[in-house]
């Protein structure tokens, strides 16, 4: 289908003025566009929240990976009421290129994993052009450990390919202002010992070194106990956390169990009735899409703050 914007390309080119190409940095890849996407699809509640922050929308043919796992809040569920969700979890090939899509916004572990169907490489011969979040390049290369600044370049990237860069840097301003701003004014003591709980009852799904909480957590004036863990969401041992004695239990809501469902479980069992987080009983609840990288990343830092500092 040759929409406006492809047409006007080509205006350009049989004119003798070549188009402008934009390259990015995606993980281990420099991918180049000629035109910004018009039939885009974003994976996962965060990385669409990042697409409907620049006002992307109507270049979306749809969502995947949302209702499968996680949901929407009204303000998201507004942002996305014209677009349909294309499956309900991890998309298909089939899915991607039946939608006619030319732009998948997804990463390791957000819509694709490593050796499967749906890569970077497998899309490709079907003209569809990946970004990879930054936070998930850990999976097939080595990075540094997690940084707000992981999901302040995707947003600028996002930017550059879709040329709403104006658009982008001035949010990416507004969140390094606010969060400075909240920063400089926290009064904190002596960084506390924070655990993640994802899941898990039998061993716990946490975060790792790669994964954004760690750099959430240190931002409000804690310590991911695992951030010597060289992984980024990954499976623990409880033996570990009670080895550790987190102060503080950050709780990340989503699923079909809840975060008070969690915190009982926590508080309930004998093992871990010496853990300082229990014995105070000092929980914080942060939502996935605050937890994972994306827009609600500053009002992540200042939740925790609050939690951790009474601020």
Same mark, same amino acid.
């Given at each position: 289908?040759k929409?406006?914007?492809?047409? %006007?390309? %080509? +205006?350009?080119?049989?004119?003798?003025?070549a188009?402008a190409?934009?390259?990015?940095?995606?993980?281990?890849?420099?991918?180049t566009f000629?035109? /910004?996407p018009?039939?885009?699809?974003?994976?996962?509640?965060?990385l669409t &929240?990042?697409m409907?922050? +620049? *006002?992307l929308?109507?270049?979306?043919? *749809?969502?995947t #990976?949302i209702?499968g796992?996680?949901t +929407?809040d009204e303000?998201?569920?507004a942002g996305?009421e014209a677009l349909p969700?294309?499956?309900?979890?991890?998309?298909?090939?089939?899915v991607? !290129?039946?939608a006619d899509a030319?732009f998948f916004? %997804?990463g390791?572990?957000?819509?694709m994993?490593?050796?499967?169907?749906?890569t /970077?490489?497998t +899309?490709? $011969?079907?003209?569809?052009k990946?970004?990879?979040?930054t936070e998930?390049?850990?999976?097939?290369?080595?990075k540094?450990?997690?940084?707000?600044?992981?999901?302040?370049?995707?947003?600028?990237?996002?930017?550059?390919i879709?040329?709403v860069?104006?658009?982008?840097? %001035?949010?990416?301003?507004?969140?390094r202002d606010?969060?400075?701003s909240?920063?400089?004014?926290?009064?904190?003591?002596e960084?506390l010992? !924070?655990f993640?709980?994802?899941?898990?009852?039998?061993t $716990?799904f946490?975060?790792?070194?790669?994964?954004?909480?760690?750099a959430?957590?240190?931002?409000? #004036?804690?310590r991911?106990?695992?951030d010597?863990?060289e992984k980024s969401?990954?499976?623990v041992?409880?033996?570990e956390?009670?080895?550790r004695? $987190?102060e503080?239990?950050v709780?990340v809501?989503? *699923?079909?169990v809840?975060?008070?469902e969690?915190?009982?479980?926590?508080?309930s069992? /004998?093992?871990?009735a010496e853990l300082d987080?229990?014995k105070?009983?000092?929980?914080v609840?942060? &939502?996935?899409?605050?937890?994972?990288? *994306?827009?609600?990343?500053?009002k992540a830092v200042?939740?925790?703050?609050?939690a951790?500092?009474?601020k």
């Amino acid at each position: 289908m040759k929409t406006i914007l492809s047409a %006007a390309a %080509a +205006l350009l080119v049989g004119a003798g003025i070549a188009a402008a190409e934009t390259t990015v940095q995606s993980c281990n890849r420099s991918v180049t566009f000629d035109a /910004p996407p018009e039939r885009a699809i974003s994976n996962d509640v965060n990385l669409t &929240e990042m697409m409907l922050v +620049l *006002g992307l929308a109507d270049r979306m043919v *749809g969502y995947t #990976g949302i209702s499968g796992w996680k949901t +929407l809040d009204e303000e998201m569920t507004a942002g996305v009421e014209a677009l349909p969700e294309l499956s309900a979890k991890y998309p298909s090939k089939e899915v991607i !290129v039946g939608a006619d899509a030319d732009f998948f916004f %997804a990463g390791w572990n957000y819509g694709m994993k490593v050796g499967g169907e749906v890569t /970077p490489e497998t +899309l490709a $011969p079907f003209g569809v052009k990946v970004y990879e979040l930054t936070e998930s390049c850990t999976h097939i290369m080595d990075k540094d450990k997690a940084s707000i600044e992981d999901m302040y370049a995707d947003i600028l990237n996002l930017g550059r390919i879709f040329e709403v860069e104006g658009k982008a840097q %001035a949010l990416v301003e507004s969140y390094r202002d606010d969060l400075k701003s909240f920063t400089d004014g926290l009064d904190t003591g002596e960084p506390l010992r !924070v655990f993640v709980y994802d899941s898990g009852e039998d061993t $716990p799904f946490t975060a790792g070194r790669y994964a954004m909480p760690t750099a959430l957590i240190e931002a409000a #004036g804690g310590r991911n106990i695992m951030d010597d863990f060289e992984k980024s969401w990954a499976t623990v041992t409880w033996e570990e956390v009670v080895e550790r004695n $987190p102060e503080v239990v950050v709780i990340v809501n989503y *699923g079909s169990v809840t975060a008070e469902e969690k915190r009982a479980f926590m508080m309930s069992n /004998p093992a871990f009735a010496e853990l300082d987080a229990v014995k105070n009983d000092r929980f914080v609840t942060l &939502e996935y899409v605050e937890a994972t990288p *994306g827009p609600r990343n500053i009002k992540a830092v200042k939740t925790l703050a609050g939690a951790f500092w009474g601020k």
